[in-house]
């Protein structure tokens, strides 16, 4: 099993900058890719960034450009750095893991982003 624990979320003023962090533990060395999601209220939580194993990463297409994720795998972290925010980016950020054993993901239980404009 994999456990995660997100940290880093908050208030932040439109235009400003905010890093996120997902610390796992467990059977690490079986995950394949870590992920950021995020859903606002009465929205489908949709896909923000993703890293795999090989650092190749993918972004939805709003963040393009202002967030960059990353990830330290010695120390089995990922980050997301969110710069230039925008009001309707609030949301709860949930970080993913895809896992090569048994091919399961596992879910952190999120952190709340709040952007004022």
């Known amino acids: 099993q994999v456990q995660l624990v997100e940290s880093g979320g908050g208030l932040v003023q439109a235009g400003g900058s905010l890093r996120l962090s997902c610390a796992a533990s467990g059977r690490t060395s079986s995950i394949n890719a870590m992920s950021w999601y995020r859903q606002a209220p009465g929205k489908q939580r949709e896909l923000v960034a993703r890293i795999n194993n090989a650092r ?3 972004y939805t297409d ?14 089995n972290i990922v980050y997301l750095q969110m710069e230039k925010q ?3 980016e609030t949301a ?3 970080c993913k893991v ?8 596992y879910w952190g239980q999120g952190t709340q982003v ?3 404009s």
């Not at 990353?70 to 120390?75: I, V």
């Open 114 to 116: 709040t952007v004022s």
């Open 86 to 88: 925008k009001p309707e």
């Open 62 to 75: 709003s963040v393009k450009g202002r967030f960059t994720i990353s990830r330290d795998k010695a120390k």
């Open 56 to 58: 190749r990463t993918n």
């Open 98 to 105: 895809e896992m090569g054993f048994r091919s399961t993901d």
């Open 92 to 94: 709860v950020y949930y």
